[in-house]
């Protein structure tokens, strides 16, 4: 595994790969980053993970500071998956020309996690851009889990970039049922208890939900008794009609985002 942190290094090295996969990360490296990863080297000649906390898409400073970050960790993990580069960019090349003000994004980034984080993908979808720009990979690979992330970047890069393939994996979850997520570092195990009934309540009442035979309202009701005390929202939207050409099956998901103390978690099932 070479570990590269100067772009023109990493593009003198890549630039003639013709099967090039690419997973982003921003590091806390946990098994929903591995299976991205290993599908990643099974489909691709060469696999390239970067890990880069992306300061611009954090809302709040102190979320910034206090995102969990173990370098020497997530480098031993990498390692024993025998990745051909991991990138550590440097701040001043990746951000060294252009703002992301001529970053067009569909307007779904309004919806749902985009009310209450406002330019938040635009900093994500801008960072990927970058990210395109010097890695030019044939296929990225994202989780499910941030789905509206997923429909977003694919949406982009689809008119963007269109021999770029975007693959989305499959959300990868605790026993508990608890989607993986960096964040979870951060939690104590009383809170992921917490997370782990939230996960069954919207499992056990998605088709009540979706044939409107119980109410938001009552549903709300259920987790602020679980122990939630703020809920941003929990929404059921048919992800096959959010962004056109829409595709004839109805494919619906329960979002949800809510927190634990100060963390903000999000789901989708």
Known sequence: MKIISDKNKLTKIIQNETNLGFVPTMGAIHKGHISLIKRCI????????????NKPQFNKKSDFNKYPRNLKNDISKLKKLKIDILYLPITKQIYSNTTSKKIKINSF?????GKNRPGHFKAV???????IKIINPKKIYLGKKDMQQLILIKDFVKKNYPKIKIIGCKTIREK???PLSSRNFLLSLDEKKIASKIYNILKNKKNMLIKNKISFGEIKKIIIRVGIKKIDYIKVLDINKI??????ENYYKIFIAYYLKSIRLIDNL
């Open 42 to 53: 099974d489909e691709c000649k060469k696999t390239v993970v970067s890990i880069y906390i």
């Open 125 to 131: 979808i801008d960072i990927i851009n970058r990210f």
């Open 109 to 113: 980034e309004k919806k749902l996690c």
């Open 176 to 178: 508990n049922g608890v």
């Open 243 to 248: 962004i056109k050409p829409y595709k004839k």
